[in-house]
């Protein structure tokens, strides 16, 4: 599934985006400041998270809980990661075997770690006002 949107359509895109995820493992691919943070919180709003301020740069991960729901959303960063061993020290393969949305910006990261069973979102530059986003879901 593919989408072009303008920048300030993004809540409009989100809240198409979200139903068609099959996975709650979702890896986020994108250059550097192509608005893969902006887009998480897009996500984050359509469920009904209020309080996502940042990207986890310096964190790696931040956790917040979906109102009405036991459920929690985990926001992983791990541009900063210089081994993949990292991720153990911190429990990567207990988020992602929690049952919780995992929304995974910089994945490659860690390519041993991430489930057979995920969705990617790819997001494109179009112009500095236009995106193009890509689904797949693996």
């Not at 979102?121 to 236009?130: A, R, S």
Request: aromatic share 12%; proline share 5%.
């Amino acid at each position: 599934m593919e989408f072009i949107y303008q920048l300030e359509e993004i809540d409009k895109i989100a809240a198409a985006v979200l139903p068609l995820l099959t996975h709650k493992i979702v890896l986020f691919e994108a250059p550097m400041g192509a608005g893969k943070t902006t887009f998480i919180k897009a996500l984050a709003k359509q469920l009904k998270i209020t309080d996502m301020t940042s990207s986890p740069t310096f964190s790696i991960v931040n956790a917040y809980q979906i109102p009405e729901s036991t459920a929690s959303l985990y926001h992983f960063d791990l541009y900063r990661l210089e081994e993949e061993e990292e991720a153990y020290d911190f429990g990567f393969e207990e988020y992602l075997d929690s049952g919780n949305w995992c929304f995974i910006e910089w994945p490659e990261k860690t390519p041993n770690l991430i489930p057979d069973h995920h969705s990617i979102i790819q997001i494109e530059v179009v112009d500095t006002q236009v995106r193009k986003l890509i689904i797949t879901n693996a």
